[in-house]
């Protein structure tokens, strides 16, 4: 190999570099800010910034050890579940199961995500892409990459940088909603927690009851129901402490790391700057905020039939995004009265959004694939 040839070899990359790929090396580089510098979910955002740079410095979802990540995790659906059974292990449901009828609060916060359908096929997209899009609203990363694997593989870049960025910016893009929707006699409602007794047999054998029941009723949903419920029973089983441990740390940790530079990897510069791209993560944040705003809705009249019993800031974690969303509602509460402690209403509401969100999704890939 002559000079020439030598410095042709080595200035390729140089050569095959454009200013779109500038642009996304600058969004790679933005989500890695946040994560460092603001601490907005880090350890979804630096990954998946990470494997924003990779995928436009030649190491996209299409070559190499990315394209195994890829094909082994994202193809096959296999990062969502394990990353399902690692919150699985972190959920106690106790709180639902005392005060069942926050069931409400989690299906009022997936309004959005039907609603955003119908928008986005009013605005041209297909069925399929129209349900991936919807499921953003849900703000559950595993949910809308699954069902977005699915229906639209096409768009998932989009979709998956979109549910792990709105669930990192829920403390700043909730908060004002919140603020809008209630007023601070409502905020400040007190919610007495005196639950009902939780037996042992009644949490081991909840989660295999909801297993069979979805399995039965949406057997679309099932595969991720099934992972959350597992992980679920790992925790309450109380006899394989070390397998639960291990879900919510180690196994959550290597699928989280590895899902998040799989995405990263799609995040090219021609599957991303172009207007469909813009037009799915406007969607999304609307699919978002119609779901905080119906989850609010509802919970005032919760607090209007129960005469000021709920206060209605546990309606905004009827999404899922587990535990965040319970702790933002929990906290703006004590922001207006810090003696008023609704943690435990806004936990059962938020896994209540947790199932209700799986569910959601298991329903649209029913419809779209009924359709098809």
Not at 152 to 172: D, K, Q
Not at 176 to 191: A, C, G, N, S, V
Request: with cysteine; proline share 5%.
């Amino acid at each position: 190999m002559d000079l020439t040839e030598l410095l042709t070899e080595l200035g390729k990359g140089f050569a095959d570099f454009s200013w779109q790929k500038a642009v996304m090396l600058a969004v790679g580089l933005v989500l890695i800010y946040l994560a460092i510098a603001k601490e907005y979910e880090p350890v979804l955002l630096l990954p998946i910034g990470f494997g924003c740079l990779l995928a436009n410095l030649g190491m996209s979802n299409e070559v190499g050890f990315m394209k195994v990540i890829y094909d082994a995790g994202i193809k096959t659906e296999l990062f969502p579940l394990l990353i399902f059974v690692g919150v699985g292990a972190m959920i106690d449901f106790s709180p639902l199961l005392s005060q069942p009828s926050l069931v409400l609060l989690g299906a009022a916060g997936q309004f959005g995500i039907y609603a955003t359908l119908l928008l986005a096929l009013l605005l041209g997209f297909p069925l399929n892409q129209a349900a991936s899009i919807g499921v953003i609203g849900a703000i559950d990363g595993p949910t809308a990459i699954f069902v977005g694997s699915k229906l639209a593989p096409e768009i998932i870049a989009p979709i998956a940088v979109a549910a792990y960025s709105y669930m990192s910016l829920i403390p700043i893009i909730q908060p004002p909603i919140m603020k809008i929707m209630t007023t601070r006699k409502e905020r400040l409602i007190r919610m007495e927690y005196a639950p009902k007794p939780v037996s042992r047999l009644t949490l081991v054998v909840f989660p295999i009851m909801v297993t069979l029941l979805v399995a039965l009723v949406a057997p679309d949903a099932a595969p991720l129901m099934a992972a959350l419920m597992l992980g679920n029973l790992l925790r309450e089983a109380l006899v394989v402490d070390r397998l639960s441990k291990m879900a919510q740390n180690e196994l959550i940790n290597i699928a989280t790391l590895f899902l998040g530079l799989a995405i990263g990897s799609t995040m090219t510069a021609e599957s991303f700057l172009n207007l469909k791209t813009l037009a799915i993560l406007a969607l999304g944040l609307l699919a978002f905020v119609i779901d905080t705003v119906a989850g609010l809705l509802f919970g005032k009249l919760m607090a209007l039939i129960t005469h000021n019993k709920v206060n209605p800031l546990i309606g905004a974690c009827g999404i899922s995004a587990f535990p965040m969303a319970g702790r933002l509602s929990a906290k703006m509460a004590l922001e207006e009265d810090p003696s008023n402690f609704i943690l435990m209403h806004a936990m059962g509401s938020n896994t209540a959004g947790q199932l209700g969100s799986v569910i959601a999704g298991g329903l649209l890939l029913a419809l779209v694939m009924g359709i098809h």
